[in-house]
């Protein structure tokens, strides 16, 4: 199986490209093959309606489907910001949801989240869903969301906090179970 992992930060030293990366090598010890993405590779401008049925999708959003078609699910490591999801996070789902067949549809999808703040962006995860599930997109029901993140990752970007490092790591390996489940029946 291959899945796609987005931590969706351009800050340099992002806690969620952090902690992006740290499920992508969880995944790939479980066996996945993993496409890591950088979300400076989807830049997009601001949603323009005049891109209707497709056209104008700009090529950071065809980039994004186009990864997204090729792989079995995904994990999206997105930030917190004002309680809610990042409008630039909003906004690429946006113009993904343009181009037909629409690529969530179907696609199995993870969600995580880093902030310094004891909710951890867990809020923002809720709001990131709801446009994901309306996709169609088969949202795992538990997401991961590390609190207080400037101080839970060791310089190596290992959770310092044992117990959270096990708990991410089985949540990681149930989402990948189901998968593997709903993919290659037995
Ligand atoms: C934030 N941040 C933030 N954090 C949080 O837990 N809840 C929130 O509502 C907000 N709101 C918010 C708004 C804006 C505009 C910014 C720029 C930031 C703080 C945020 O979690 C912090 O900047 C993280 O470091 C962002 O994630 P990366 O870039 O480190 O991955």
Known sequence: MRFLVMGASLRPGSFNVTLAE??????????????????????????????????????????????????????????????????????????????????????????????????????????????LEHLGARMFPEMISVAQADTAFTAGGLLVDPKQAKRMRQSITDFVALVSAVKSPA
């Open 22 to 131: 740290l499920a992508a090598s969880v995944l790939r010890e479980g066996g996945v093959d993993v496409d890591l993405a950088a979300y400076a590779e989807f830049q997009v401008p601001g949603y323009d309606a005049g891109a209707e049925d497709g056209q104008g999708v700009p090529d950071g959003a065809r980039r994004f489907a186009e990864r997204l078609r090729s792989v079995d699910a995904f994990v999206l490591v997105s930030p917190e910001y004002n309680a809610s999801v990042p409008g630039t996070v909003k906004n690429l789902v946006d113009w993904v949801s343009r181009l037909k067949p629409q690529p969530f549809w179907g696609h199995h999808g993870l969600l995580m989240s880093a902030s310094p703040r004891l909710t951890g962006g867990n809020r923002g995860l809720w709001a990131l869903r709801v446009p």
